[in-house]
């Protein structure tokens, strides 16, 4: 009988702890691949330098994943730089720019960022239906207009759950600058049960996220031996 007290006091720690668990594993952010590709008729393609540019709403996340993807690469041995320049949309309009960025970097190699946020109810990303994941038969040009973008085996299924969670998916593209080809092209995509502000001053939480992003990009790049 005077163990009944301990073993209430231990089980209500155990709840404690398992709630908070869950809790933990509901609000953190979790990046995985989705897809990955590469151009088996441009394998081993090297570049001397490699220019970053990016697309999003968010020009500070911009900034992070720039800067963060260019010291990754760097510290792996390739010449990549941070663009500097933070698009909002793609299009017609923004073509010229975009040529302009890669001249003036005097760079072979594009590496093309962008990511679309959209917040889902009782929805989760499908498996990999199969095909040729991300493979595309435009040029670097034509992907920055939106004009024949083909991803194979991506889609949306209903799921079982009530909780509302954002979700981030952002495809990474490596073009060769000179024959305006696709070497390699990933996507990533990033859930989190909270709500993520979108604020610059929330610029300090969203850092590990884009961690999480950059990190798989560079794993996944050395694992395909674009490197």
Do not use: H
């Amino acid at each position: 009988m005077t163990r009944t007290p301990w073993r209430r006091l231990g089980a209500a720690l155990l709840t404690l702890l398992l709630a908070a668990a869950v809790a933990g594993c509901v609000t953190a952010p979790r990046t995985s691949l989705q897809a990955d590709w590469t151009n088996p008729q441009l394998a081993g393609t090297k570049f001397s330098k490699i220019i970053i540019v990016t697309v999003s709403d968010l020009e500070f996340g911009q900034k992070i994943f720039q800067d963060q993807l260019a010291a990754r690469l760097q510290a792996a041995g390739v010449n990549a730089v941070a663009s500097g320049r933070f698009f909002s949309s793609t299009g017609p309009a923004q073509r010229e720019a975009l040529r302009g960025i890669i001249a003036n970097a005097k760079a072979d190699g594009v590496i093309f960022a962008r990511s679309v946020n959209t917040e889902t109810v009782k929805q989760q990303q499908a498996d990999i239906a199969g095909g040729v994941p991300l493979a595309t038969t435009v040029g670097l040009y034509d992907v920055w207009t939106g004009i024949g973008i083909g991803v194979a085996g991506v889609g949306w299924v209903a799921a079982p759950s009530a909780v509302v969670s954002t979700s981030t998916t952002t495809d990474v593209y490596l073009f060769e600058v000179k024959g305006e080809k696709l070497v390699w092209s990933a996507r990533m995509n990033t859930t989190n049960r909270a709500r993520m502000n979108t604020t610059n001053s929330d610029q300090g939480n969203l850092t590990p996220v884009v961690t999480q992003v950059v990190n798989t990009v560079v794993d996944t790049m050395k694992r395909d031996r674009v490197l």
